[in-house]
């Protein structure tokens, strides 16, 4: 069996804290960390393991488009791959759960025959588990928001709706102040005749620090534009069944 080339690997919802001890023992084999992570802590921590660690976040600055970092980022882990394997790519949350670059790495790494290694993290559909206090187990529809409204997908209102990445709503763009409420409109418009517009929903913030505790916004659905719902903190969606 080839030797991994490349590791994929997520730091978790509550940074070093969720850190698993397969993920650690990635870092240590690794002779290069590159780290898309906003906690400088994570990134810190990450050091520990492998001393030679570099910080994505630069690639953001001068650019347009999210898209146009996320294959750069899968251009320079396949480069230092094929130059001084293994390598690794952490990121916040769950390596595979809407985190683009992690899919063109993927797609890119297999064109140059690289073997990848995916390692399992704690994401934000875990901790919603936690906040919510609901096991949804038994049924729950999860959608990314965009995908949702661009495909012209219809929920099921029988059936609870999780929907991620309100923050970036039907926006490609990088973005660099406090995202606009005024895109989750055409949500409110797929919902409403869906739940009601006094469908009451939840607005859930998973905690990133272990002193810090998560929150939860309720409101009817036709208040999600109006309504400060600090998009800029990345919450999730939760919308009930309807009765």
């Known amino acids: 069996m080839r030797k991994t080339s490349i590791y994929l690997l997520g730091s978790g919802i509550k940074g070093a804290l969720h850190f698993t001890v397969e993920t650690v023992q990635a870092l240590r084999a690794c002779r290069r960390v590159f780290v898309l992570h906003s906690d400088q802590g994570v990134i810190k921590s990450v050091r520990e393991h492998c001393p030679q660690v570099e910080d994505l976040a630069p690639l953001y600055n ?13 251009r320079r882990l396949v480069e230092s791959a094929l130059d001084s394997a293994p390598v690794a790519f952490l990121v916040h949350g769950h390596p595979l759960f809407l985190v683009s670059a992690t899919e063109y790495t993927l797609d ?7 073997r990848v290694s995916v390692l399992p993290a704690v994401s934000s559909f875990d901790t919603l588990l936690c906040d919510l206090r609901i096991d949804y187990g038994y049924g729950v529809q999860i959608f990314d928001t965009t995908t949702l409204l661009k495909a012209g997908w219809t929920p099921n209102p029988q059936v609870p709706l999780l929907l991620f990445q309100l923050a970036s709503t039907l926006n490609r763009a990088v973005i660099s102040g406090d995202p606009d409420q005024e895109a989750l409109r055409p949500l409110i418009d797929l919902l409403v005749p869906l739940y009601g517009a006094d469908h009451r929903v939840q607005v859930v913030w998973s905690s990133a620090h272990i002193l810090e505790a998560s929150s939860i916004t309720e409101l009817p659905i036709r208040e999600l534009a109006t309504t400060d719902l600090e998009l800029w903190r990345r919450p999730t969606l939760y919308v009930p069944a309807k009765d």
């Open 108 to 114: 890119l790494a297999e064109r140059h025959d690289l």
């Open 62 to 74: 001068g650019q347009t488009l999210r898209d146009d970092v996320y294959h750069e980022i899968s």
